[in-house]
């Protein structure tokens, strides 16, 4: 009942006064219909806020899961750059420059004098080095440098030079070649003190300025997560012993001799620039420019070989002209042919 009703009047009347005033009582309840509609907004603005303060605590979760993994991770960045001086952060601007400037005009052969003299090679190639191969215009054009670094790789060349074949007939070759190609143990511990020049590029990627911002600006876990898993996977102790590298050890390769067949291995005649040079002083150690000729190589390893055989045994030669006195025996056959006795 409301105040312009009363018990005396009809049913229907009451009805539509109430009606017309929304204060209808709820059938078979005595709660008028007000009541039951302010209960429903109350219950369902409790839902509201309730939902609204898990949201907001789990963003906040959310966000302090992200802030705290990005710490991490910029902490870890800090502590590699920690170890590196300037000057090491310079090594790959240093040997790009260098290999530039090796693969314009040739400068002339230079061996210094007292490298082939007492223990000064193998004082050199105890301390850390970096090496890289590739095409001599690859070096020439700063767009295409960062390509031919990141393709080159520890090979037949390196290995003969640091651990040159007992002989340099075929066979002998042969199986220093198959050693770089299997790598591995057998591939790693003779050329343990070399770094790829590929290894100080990876570094200074992760190191720079610029991956760090990648790494403040990320939004999102995800984003973070991948960022993270590509730090953890870069290898950067390795990467890091090569950037504090003392010496560069390289091989350009000319383009082949005119109207020269190339192997399947992309074995061919040509001529190979070799040099290393130190990082830090600039100073070339050893300058030469060698002819390579794949027709000694028998047929049968020629398409797989050629190219390894002809670099390992390259490799070998260039260790007889720096060492002299290196007691690495001649071969007993005639190199140029491959003929073995």
């Not at 605590?57 to 170890?83: A, T």
Request: aromatic share 6%; net charge neutral.
């Amino acid at each position: 009942m409301s105040l312009l009703t009363n018990s005396r009047m009809h049913p229907d009347l009451v009805e539509r006064i109430e009606a017309s005033l929304g204060v209808t009582a709820a059938r078979g309840s005595g709660i008028p219909r007000p009541t039951k509609v302010a209960m429903i907004r109350a219950v369902a603005i409790v839902v509201i806020v309730s939902c609204g303060v898990s949201l907001v605590s789990e963003r906040n979760r959310r966000i302090g899961e992200l802030e705290k993994d990005r710490g991490f991770l910029l902490k870890s960045l800090d502590l590699e750059s920690s170890v590196l001086s300037g000057g090491d952060l310079k090594t790959v601007e240093r040997a790009q420059g260098w290999l530039a400037r090796d693969s314009s005009d040739y400068a002339g052969d230079w061996i210094r004098p007292d490298l082939g003299k007492g223990t000064a090679w193998a004082e050199m190639i105890a301390v850390p080095a970096i090496y890289v191969r590739g095409p001599i215009a690859d070096f020439q054009e700063p767009k295409r440098f960062e390509l031919a670094v990141r393709e080159s790789q520890k090979d037949p060349f390196l290995l003969c030079l640091l651990e040159p074949p007992k002989f340099e007939r075929e066979s002998s070759v042969y199986r220093s070649v198959y050693t770089a190609y299997r790598g591995g143990k057998a591939l790693e511990e003779p050329t343990r003190n070399v770094r790829r020049l590929r290894d100080a590029l990876a570094a200074i990627y992760y190191l720079d300025g610029s991956w760090r911002e990648r790494v403040v600006e990320a939004e999102r876990s995800d984003q973070l997560a991948q960022l993270q898993q590509a730090f953890d996977s870069a290898g950067l102790l390795r990467a890091r012993a090569a950037l504090t590298a003392r010496y560069l050890i390289y091989a350009i390769d000319e383009a082949k001799d005119p109207g020269t067949r190339t192997e399947l291995d992309g074995g061919n005649p040509h001529w190979v620039r070799f040099g290393i040079v130190g990082l830090k002083s600039g100073e070339p150690l050893v300058r030469l420019r060698r002819h390579v000729d794949p027709s000694w190589v028998s047929e049968s390893r020629a398409p797989e070989f050629s190219r390894g055989l002809n670099s390992c045994l390259l490799a070998s030669q260039i260790r007889k002209e720096v060492l002299p006195a290196d007691p690495s025996p001649s071969p007993p056959g005639d190199v140029a042919t491959g003929t073995e006795l």
